[in-house]
C-alpha cells in the first residue's frame, strides 16, 4: 500500500464512520507525522502488507492515479499486473492473491520433440 495523504482530515471532510471509529487526523505537517498516520491507518484497516509513504509532492498519487485508494500489483517488468476497484471497500486481497501466484508461477514447459 502507497499511502499519499488523510482522505479525511480533522482540518476538512470528515465521515461519521471516521468520528465513530476514532480515526480522526489532523494533515501531517512532516514526514514523521505522516509516516504514523499511515501506520495507524493500515492497522485500524487490517492491512497485513508493507506501507509506503507518498512524498509531499504526492508523486505517486500522480504517477499511477491512486486516488480513491487502490490495491495495485505490478509485474517484474514495472506493468500493472492487477488493479483494484476503489477502496476500502473495493479491496478484494484474493484477487491479489491470485494475481500473485499467477506472476510467481514457473513459465509453462515448452513440449520437447516438436
Not at 509532492?57 to 509485474?75: H, I, M
Not at 506493468?79 to 479491496?91: E, L, M, T, V, Y
Given at each position: ?6 482522505a ?29 498516520v499511515?501506520q ?5 484497516l ?5 506501507t509506503?509513504?507518498?512524498?509531499f ?8 492515479t ?11 517488468d ?5 488493479k483494484a476497484k ?6 478484494k486481497p ?6 500473485l ?9 515448452k513440449?520437447?520433440?516438436?
Amino acid at each position: 500500500m502507497v499511502y499519499i495523504r488523510e482522505a479525511h482530515a480533522s482540518n476538512g471532510w470528515q465521515m461519521k464512520i471516521n468520528l465513530d471509529q476514532n480515526v480522526v487526523f489532523a494533515n501531517p505537517k512532516n514526514l514523521e507525522e505522516k509516516t504514523e498516520v499511515a501506520q495507524i491507518c493500515a492497522l485500524k484497516l487490517g492491512i497485513e502488507f508493507p506501507t509506503l509513504i507518498d512524498d509531499f509532492s504526492s508523486s505517486t498519487e500522480l504517477a499511477y492515479t491512486g486516488w480513491p485508494d487502490r490495491l495495485y500489483v505490478v509485474d517484474r517488468d514495472g506493468r500493472i499486473a492487477h488493479k483494484a476497484k476503489p477502496g476500502p471497500f473495493g479491496f478484494k486481497p484474493g484477487e491479489v492473491e491470485a494475481t500473485l501466484k499467477r506472476l510467481l508461477l514457473p513459465p509453462p514447459a515448452k513440449p520437447s520433440g516438436l
